[in-house]
């Protein structure tokens, strides 16, 4: 996977490129990064990328033209997808998360400022993704956030296959909860039977954790989770909670 930042904020990306998963995938080959800095696409001495909102208005806006011919200067690898982060896109999702990693390049356009100018837009970027419902000071941190979640779906980054699988979100589910050493900690006891050494009670534990806590915590999830009908009438006997456990 190819990954092509344009942003004006080249080194904002230096420490989460360095660190942990993504540097070793990056190492292996497994990923690409290039970072494509918006100012080397102007023209004027103060290679300036904002000016004024037409119609007036708090905030500058991106301009057109260093953005457009820097996206147009990227080479293209492959099955690609050109990508602005905006709070104004569709939010995105592991299912999102999951198509994306089907490309073989994908471009992610950092916006700043009070917004991008719209033909910009119109001419560069294939789709519009949000992280969430909330406004941040620009669309760096969003696209680490594209390249972690992709990056982590490749065959061969996380190493054991079964941990991707087996998380939140990848079986409409939320996970169970995980204990490790020691057995008893602050009086707390782990779950007796998570040491009986019995697989089959051990999955029939976990699966019922996992409907239950997806229940309590996020019941918008259940109508598209696979659960058998047994699970479902379990579950009418049981309320959500209205926070978090
Ligand atoms: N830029 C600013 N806020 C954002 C968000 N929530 N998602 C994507 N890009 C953004």
Known sequence: MRFDIVTIFTRMFDSPLAESILKRAVEAGKIEVHRHDIRDHTTDAH????????????????????????????????????????????????DIVRELASFNQLVLICGRYEGIDERAIKLVCDRELSIGDYVLAGGEIPAMVVIDAVTRLIPGVLGNEDSVRSESFEDGLLEYPHYTRPEVFRDEKVPDVLLSGHHAEIAKWRRKEAVLRTFKRRPDMLKAADLTEEERRSLELTKPMKTAK
């Open 47 to 94: 290679r300036s990328v904002d000016d004024t909102p037409y119609g007036g208005g708090a905030g500058m806006v991106m301009r057109p033209e260093p953005l457009v011919r820097c996206v147009e200067s990227l080479p293209e690898a492959g099955k690609r997808c050109r990508i602005l982060m905006t709070p104004q896109g569709e939010t995105l999702t592991q």
